[in-house]
């Protein structure tokens, strides 16, 4: 099976080698694959300015050893928010093309990513690899087809809605309150257990527990470092010198997913699979500025369409990369490691809707130019309009959305705080940024201007109106945005005290 899944000058190579040295094609199978295994992680809320490599007072050893041994990814791009984010990252798919465009998914809504074309679980499944699922879900839940073990992932271990309780792993919403930690598709229980401590305890039982003959995919979405901020003290003490509570907590929480990010590459060098092991850091959305994140010297943080909610902390660290040790500023976003990982992995594309993602192993890996020129950063059709539409004929201004095309950048509608705060401990000033509540375009230049000072709209209206018609046009691809009513029949009181699929 295996062997049907790699490309064919490779299935060809193979027989070739198979009749040379007159071996089984098996047994050529088994000499020759050596595809890399994959482990994605997934900070939650993670600011730009909360790495140790970009500057933060919090450190990250682990991140920073790591990173300065790969490849960092400097004009990397995620979501403003969790749920779209992850739907992206799954899919390779924009909102716009899931219907997820609005919010994120709370926990009484029956709402999923669409089951209509595989996630990265099932192509990376078909490609022959085990494939595991360690953390946060928040892509639906409202009915089994839904849950991890139904999209691609042999395993599943972690909790279900968006946020929730660190040690006691309950959610509250909506009036109702209920456990939310599965083990594949059944309730668990970790009473007082860190779920930073639980979730990299599981994914090392899954690596120490692994064949090593079979090539491994770990998608391992961290709660850390998402409100509620709770961490365990001994975290805590090395920044007593952090007056600002919430930032001193929020520290604390980063250094503990640093320290188990570093306890995770312990166990695959003591499997003795690290060498042929591919990390990928990502956050999933800029920090929140109000929960201890901070995302200076960008503009603006989560939920905003400002460079703090969407320019990501990430970087790739293996020995297949070629460029180690370097920083990529080719434009990437997060859509872009699906293609990009299932085909390191070997796998195909077949059976998926178009993609939006683009493969960028040869820019991460050999630093040629990115093969991306336009990415597009959302269109929300249900946020509140803002003013008059500024040019007829076109994408109507008042819309909420933003767009990349080259080295600029064009907001439209409401694109939330956009106000530049520095860490609490820093001696600068905090600039807040009140615009009109009229005012619906910006257009900057984010190569020379990459925290947005100088808005340029009025000076290349040329330019604003070419990047809103290439938002018309994506406009006219979009599908219906769902964003459903909520279900009360979700109330964990029906389901055993537990969130989980009740259609």
Request: aromatic share 12%.
């Amino acid at each position: 099976m295996i062997f049907n899944m790699l490309p064919t000058n490779v299935r060809t190579l193979i027989q070739m080698l198979a009749v040379f040295f007159g071996i089984s094609l098996c047994q050529a199978v088994d000499k020759v694959d050596s595809r890399p295994n994959i482990i994605f992680v997934l900070a939650d809320d993670y600011g730009f300015n909360d790495v140790g490599y970009h500057g933060s007072e919090i450190k990250t050893p682990n991140l920073d050893k790591l990173a300065s041994e790969g490849v960092k990814l400097e004009n990397y791009y995620v979501q403003p928010i969790c749920t779209p984010t992850r739907s992206q990252l799954l899919s390779g798919r924009y909102q716009i093309h899931t219907g997820l465009q609005h919010g994120i998914i709370w926990p009484l809504q029956p709402n999923g990513l669409p089951l209509d074309s595989p996630t990265i679980a099932d192509k990376m499944k078909q490609a022959g690899y085990s494939t595991h699922a360690v953390g946060k879900w928040h892509v639906g839940f409202y009915k089994k087809e839904y849950l991890p073990t139904s999209r691609g992932f042999d395993s599943y271990y972690g909790y279900l809605t968006g946020s929730e309780e660190y040690f006691k792993h309950s959610r509250c919403y909506g009036g109702y309150c209920g456990m939310d930690l599965r083990d594949n598709t059944k309730p668990a229980s970790a009473d007082g257990k860190y779920s930073t401590h639980l979730f990299s305890e599981k994914v090392t039982d899954i690596v120490n527990n692994h064949n090593s003959d079979q090539p491994l995919f770990i998608y391992l979405p961290f709660q850390a470092v998402h409100s509620p901020l709770q961490v365990p003290d001994e975290y805590v003490i090395p920044y007593n010198n952090i007056k600002d509570r919430n930032r001193r907590l929020y520290a604390g929480m980063v250094s503990a997913m640093d320290e188990a990010i570093g306890n995770i590459t312990q166990t695959f060098i003591q499997k003795g699979i690290w060498n042929n092991t591919l990390l990928v850091f990502s956050t999933d959305n800029g920090g929140q500025i109000l929960s201890g994140g901070n995302n200076w010297p960008l503009r603006g943080w989560k939920a905003s369409l400002w460079e703090g909610g969407m320019r990501g902390v990430g970087f790739v660290h293996g020995n297949m990369l070629k460029n180690k040790g370097t920083s990529s500023k080719e434009l990437m976003h997060v859509t872009d490691w699906y293609p990009t990982l299932i085909g390191l992995a070997g796998g195909d594309l077949n059976g998926t809707k178009p993609l939006d993602g683009y493969d960028q192993w040869k820019t991460i890996s050999e630093g040629i130019e990115s093969p991306r020129k336009v990415l597009l950063h959302n269109i929300d059709p249900l946020f509140h309009r803002v003013g008059e539409p500024a040019y007829n004929g076109t994408f109507d201004s008042r819309v909420r959305a933003a767009i990349r095309y080259k080295d600029w950048k064009l907001i439209t509608g409401n694109p939330g705080n956009g106000s530049w705060i520095p860490e609490p401990t820093s001696h600068l000033s905090a600039i807040y940024q009140y615009e009109s509540e009229r005012k619906n375009l910006w257009l900057f230049n984010i190569a020379e201007d990459p925290n947005e000072h100088i808005d340029l709209s009025n000076k290349y209206p040329d330019i604003v109106k070419t990047m809103l018609d290439m938002l018309q046009s994506f406009n006219n691809t979009a599908v219906p945005c769902r964003y459903p009513k909520e279900d009360r029949r979700g109330n964990p009181d029906l389901l055993d005290g537990y969130w989980g699929p009740w259609m």
